[in-house]
């Protein structure tokens, strides 16, 4: 998840929500509009863009293009693009491994395979078992036959 925070110089009654989403979406490529959610409070307007992206892969990009333009508010890049006064702005990761996609997308992947791995080795230390429990039941078979030859010699 990626968080953008700006403060821009502009009314709440005035902040048209679905332009900003709009050119946030264009500026983060490959970040769909309904991957973004804003909260705005007053401050001048204390906007806080929540970026979830379908494809993980898409949100370093767009921290990158949101970083590039946030380091240098005295060049009106950053305003320009979301079409509003930015006074300030700061673009930051919000970690959360339980609802993280990314890092879901990853734990998933890395519990498969800790669960092949175990299950691999399950697997084996069964048949490692099962191939001891065999050769028992194959050394008994021929201790039992030995005992009735020697018998039947014995016998005669």
């Known amino acids: 998840m990626l968080i953008f925070r700006v403060v821009i110089d502009e009314t709440i009654e005035a902040f048209d929500r679905e332009d900003y989403k709009a050119r946030l979406a264009n500026i983060t490529k490959g970040i769909a509009e309904a991957d973004i959610s804003l909260g705005v409070s007053a401050a001048s307007i204390a906007v806080v863009a ?42 930051s990761f919000d970690v959360d491994i339980l609802g993280s996609s990314a890092l879901d997308s990853i734990g998933r992947r890395v519990i498969r395979v800790v669960g092949g791995l175990l299950g691999g080795i399950v697997l084996l230390g069964l048949l490692a078992a099962g191939i001891r429990m065999s050769v028992r039941v194959v050394r008994r078979r021929a201790d039992r036959r030995m005992v009735r030859r020697r018998a039947g010699l014995q016998m005669a």
């Open 50 to 91: 929540t970026i979830n992206a379908q494809d993980p892969a898409y949100i370093y990009p767009a921290y990158v293009a949101l970083d590039q333009l946030a380091k240098d508010l005295s060049d009106g890049m950053l305003s320009s693009a979301l079409g509003v006064n930015v006074e300030s702005a700061v673009v």
